[in-house]
């Protein structure tokens, strides 16, 4: 199997291909003086499984398009399979048309990789069960729950401390799942608002009963609004420890700000998308899902 990386993670890379007693094979990505990139693989990989790692985050039309560049020259290569690894997937929240005349990305995105000559993608951490349905190749969705258990069984927050919190309806699959890794942990569910047009969220109440320690659970950290909010009112509902558990530090605008100054104890997310040093902040904390990855890639 020959491993290759997109630009945009390639520290998880280096982890995976470390976890698989391999090394990263050679890419070269080259940028015009316009801006248009070239990508060439410097390995071959005629009769290879070959795989491409890479988060397609921000910024994301460039991730993709650096993904599609790879996939095409590995086929010209003549790989004999193309899996892409793609941690964080881009465009995943517009699965659905939310209002009259808006696209569906994240199928146009699956389309693209189809066509050009993907086998294979593997994710962690999908926004919605519908995602997959957008492939018309085989998909494999791995989940970071399981390592945020073990980190919340290890802190020793238990059922009879804690409660998991999902910041909005979206999450009850999440929190479900969780909640059995937890010893059926209890939960409650934010009712959270979004302005479709804005982006701004509230949230005014929750559903369930909430204790002193509460854990929130979600797939992506975007703004920080939801978390914030969500936070806010935990708060004043009396509790008084917040621990986030988030598997995809998108981190756009004020994010690692926003989530400092909030109520929360610590941020824990995963490093399918790399955070830079200028995004660090003293209450984060990334754990890996290389391991996860790598255990995928190999079986
Ligand atoms: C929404 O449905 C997602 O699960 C996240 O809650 C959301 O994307 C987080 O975005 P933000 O951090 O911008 O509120």
Known sequence: MKVFSGTSNKSLAEKIVVDLGTRLSGLEVFVFPDGEKRVRILDKVVDEDTVVVQSTSTPVDENYMQLFFIVDALKRGGAKSITAVVPYFGYQRQDHVFREGEDVSVKVIAEILDTVGLNRVIAVDLHSVKIREAFGIPSVELSALPIFA????????????????????????????????????????????????????????????????????????SS???????????????????????????????????????????????????????????????????KLIATSLSS
Do not use: C
Not at 150 to 163: A, L, P, R
Not at 236 to 245: A, D, L, S
């Open 150 to 221: 073990k980190v919340i069984k290890e802190k020793g927050w238990d059922k009879d401390s804690s409660v998991l919190v999902t910041p909005d309806m979206g999450g009850i699959r999440r929190i479900k799942i969780l909640s059995e890794l937890l010893d059926n942990m209890p939960f409650v569910t934010v009712e959270k608002n979004r302005d479709l047009a804005t982006g701004a969220v509230s949230a005014k109440k929750f559903e369930g009963t909430i204790g002193k320690k509460a854990i929130i659970v979600d797939d992506m950290i």
């Open 224 to 290: 920080g609004g939801t978390i914030a909010v969500a936070a806010d009112l935990l708060k004043k509902n009396g509790v008084e420890e917040i621990y986030v558990f988030a598997t995809h530090a998108v981190f756009s605008e004020k994010a690692p700000k926003i989530l400092q100054e909030s109520g929360v104890n610590s941020v824990y997310v995963t490093d399918t998308v790399f955070v830079s040093e200028e995004k660090k902040f003293a209450k984060l904390k990334i754990l890996s899902v290389s």
